[in-house]
């Protein structure tokens, strides 16, 4: 057996040991940590933050690998580097000298990760992990300053009002890059933003939702069949996010009681919701 194999059944065995992840699930973390030390030419000196962001963003852009594989993932390579190898890999925030704040470098890579942590820990929901991330990504571009630290709130004021005057976003837009940003301010620079009120806001105009009669459903549902009319009537008849039925598994239906368990849902929450009878005959055959 060369050293690689060795070294992850002595990973395996360290996951086991300590109880830190199902057993059933050791070996697909093994081949995660095996993936990321591949990318990496199997170098320890090569195991870095900015390394461990490209396997992250490189399994979100592969199409093969849906959300929670990407976690689980991450979560097996943060596993090996920082319990397993016993690491230390986290930024430095700033310090303080003689009372006076030393203004410390962190690089975008690093402040990603971190607010990566820093979301997970909050339990904010995968989509706007990756919303939160996007905005940041966007800001980086805009300001193309090295030191995060560096942002003022000058900057985060004139980023916003570009937002509004010149690529005219949406008030949910706008609203949303301004709290991905606060989120960055507060959990990964560990200050406060400062008065936002002289930025331009995207106006917020008044719409009136568009809501199909129940004619209409089904007739949009006539054109499906299949697993695709399934999953829309059960979008349309438990009121379901698409992510919520996507990941719909065979223990999430209770066929006896006519609910369906939605789990991890948005907000990381489960609930039960009520299931159609009309579904119980369609969700046994769909089984």
Not at 25 to 51: C, F
Not at 92 to 111: F, I, N, R, T, Y
Not at 177 to 191: D, G, P
Not at 192 to 207: C, L, Q, Y
Request: with cysteine; glycine share 4%.
């Amino acid at each position: 057996m060369d050293i690689i194999g060795a070294k992850l059944m002595e990973f395996e065995k360290f996951l086991k040991s300590r109880k830190l992840v199902q057993e059933d699930k050791i070996k697909y973390y093994s081949n995660w940590v095996d993936k990321y030390l591949h990318g990496i030419g199997y170098r320890t000196e090569a195991i870095t933050r900015d390394s461990i962001v490209r396997f992250s963003n490189s399994m979100l852009q592969d199409k093969r690998y849906v959300d929670w594989q990407v976690r689980q993932a991450e979560n097996a390579v943060r596993i090996y580097v920082t319990n397993f190898l016993n690491l230390n890999l986290r930024p430095q925030v700033p310090a303080k000298e003689d009372g006076k704040e030393v203004q410390l470098e962190l690089s975008w890579v690093d402040a990603i990760l971190r607010m990566r942590e820093s979301l997970r820990l909050r339990h904010y929901s995968y989509r706007t992990e990756q919303t939160y991330v996007e905005w940041i990504e966007r800001v980086k571009k805009y300001l193309g300053k090295g030191n995060v630290f560096s942002i003022t709130d000058d900057d985060v004021r004139n980023y916003l009002t570009n937002l509004a005057v010149k690529m005219r976003v949406s008030a949910s837009t706008q609203n949303q890059a301004f709290n991905s940003i606060l989120f960055l301010f507060r959990y990964v620079l560990n200050r406060e933003m400062g008065e936002m009120r002289d930025n331009v806001r995207a106006k917020r105009p008044f719409r009136l939702p568009v809501v199909f009669s129940v004619a209409e459903v089904a007739k949009i549902i006539s054109h499906l069949e299949g697993t695709a009319a399934l999953m829309v009537k059960l979008l349309y008849g438990c009121g379901l996010r698409l992510n919520e039925c996507m990941r719909l598994r065979v223990n999430s239906i209770d066929l006896e009681r006519g609910l369906l368990h939605i789990r991890a849902a948005k907000g990381d929450k489960d609930r039960m919701v009520p299931m159609p009878g009309i579904f119980s005959h369609k969700g046994t055959e769909a089984l």
